[in-house]
């Protein structure tokens, strides 16, 4: 009797063991979002390439800043998702080589490097590999290093400074002394990419939470800003984060004789 009754509930209700069934099952969308958000990344790194060989630099800038705004996203949905994978996180990595190291080297030697001769050309390499080794010391040390920090300069962030360049220079003849400058450029940043230096990386810090109307006041100050200047507005704020790595050591040094000042006074 009693197998009976076992067997006449499991038939009575095929429904309930299915949803429990796909209950514990995660479901294959959510696992290929992020994969998605990532490969659209991707193609706006292929996109900036193409656009870059057809001299449509304002377009190909877009389309870095639209990867980096994927970039960032792929992550997040990934951790709110309980689906990071280690297939994404070399996928991303492949992505980002393409949409923050090559798309962008590309598109500083058709802007300005290419009348530069070989030296030029060699340090748009430089981009490209300072980049690759970057994101292989990031996928190594991943969970490792404190993660309110970033080891070398991000690639992203990278990429935001040449795209930002190349809203800066529309419309503009390059000059022998801008292209000398921007080789230059492209060397300091292609090694701050693989230096020691920390970047604060925004991790661990909630604005939205603890102080909601002055992010509200910041956010609609950027707006404003970004829609008057924003190839200043731009260049200017990649500009500071990247100082911000090797000025990081005499801020902190300052801090700390500040709060042993105090401590001294008290």
Known sequence: MRRRHQSGDGARHPRRRRWQELREQPRRGIFLLPSLLTTANLFCGFLAIVLSAQARFVEAAVAVFVGMVLDILDGKVARLTRTTTQFGVEFDSLADVVSFCVAPAFMLYSLALSHAGRVAWLGAFLFVICGALRLARFNVYQGVTDRRYFVGLPTPAAAGI????????????????????ISVGTVVVALLMVSTFRYYSFKEVDFARRRPAQVLVLVVLGVLIVATHPEWFLFILF???????PTRPLWARRRVDQVQALEKGS
């Open 162 to 181: 040449v795209a930002s360049t190349a809203l800066l220079l529309e419309g503009v003849v390059v000059s022998r002394w801008q292209a000398a400058a």
């Open 239 to 245: 500009s500071l984060y990247l100082l911000s790595g």
